[in-house]
């Protein structure tokens, strides 16, 4: 079976501009999660989304947005790029509303 | 709110040498904790979990940790560490009821085994 698949891989933007990262949860997995992870820190929590619903929302600016797809996929969104956006971006799935989660490869954001 | 300390951002131990690397979390109520490894340009790989029962967890590639609740800790352990074994380590915490559903990371510990 597949795990958590995330695209794309490598992005680089400048200041300013608007991104959109996807991910595919494990099949049969109706929750996910969005973490961002900048270069030396733990993970930081951005999004869960449950059933299409948003079930939690991190300590981020309104730049952030996303959503999940009736076969729960989920996109993140972040517009007006900050060079602090520059990180890693993971996204995780689960049965139900977080006892574990598997993660993807996530996507590394570059922002000039 | 909760959180999670990870004391030591190094830890270094000769291969064949049994390896801990330490968490203590604080959280509302009962906790639920994890363990994660991350390789290099890599993501997250789950190690092992405590939800409830036994005190002592084992998980994937011989690693197992130990539920303290008086002390508030769940620290990573290894009999025997392996090269392959030198990674990062996040421990992570989330609460087993309420409205936080997230998982909060520590700041992860960089494992090093020399051959």
């Known amino acids: 079976d597949a795990g958590v698949t995330q695209s794309p891989t490598h992005l680089i933007k400048t200041r300013g501009q608007q991104v959109t990262l996807r991910c595919s949860p494990i099949?049969?997995?109706?929750?996910v999660s969005w973490y961002q992870q900048v270069l030396g820190q733990g993970p930081q929590f951005i999004f869960q989304y449950y059933e299409k619903e948003e079930r939690g929302r991190g300590n981020f600016p309104d730049r952030f947005s996303a959503r999940q797809f009736p076969n729960y996929s989920s996109e993140l969104n972040v517009n007006a790029l900050l060079l602090g956006d520059s990180a890693l971006y993971l996204c995780?799935?689960?049965?139900?509303?977080?006892?574990?989660?598997?993660f993807g490869p996530g996507t590394r954001l570059t922002v000039t | 709110a909760q959180s999670v300390a990870q004391p030591e951002d190094q830890v270094n131990v000769a291969e064949g040498n049994p390896l801990t690397v330490k968490c203590t979390y604080s959280?509302?109520?009962?906790?639920?904790l994890f363990w994660y490894v991350q390789y290099p340009n890599r993501g997250l790989q789950f190690l092992l979990k405590y939800i409830t029962g036994d005190n002592l967890v084992k998980g994937s590639y011989g690693f197992e940790a130990e539920f303290n609740k008086s002390q508030t800790s769940f620290h990573l352990k290894k009999p025997s560490a392996l090269v392959s074994d030198s990674a990062l380590y996040f421990c992570?915490?989330?609460?087993?009821?309420?409205?936080?559903?997230?998982?909060?990371f520590g700041s992860g510990t960089q494992l090093t085994v020399l051959p």
């Open positions: 995780a799935s689960s049965l139900e509303l977080v006892v574990g989660a598997d």
């Open positions: 959280v509302s109520g009962n906790p639920y």
């Open positions: 099949s049969g997995h109706k929750s």
């Open positions: 992570a915490v989330r609460a087993s009821s309420g409205s936080a559903r997230q998982l909060t």
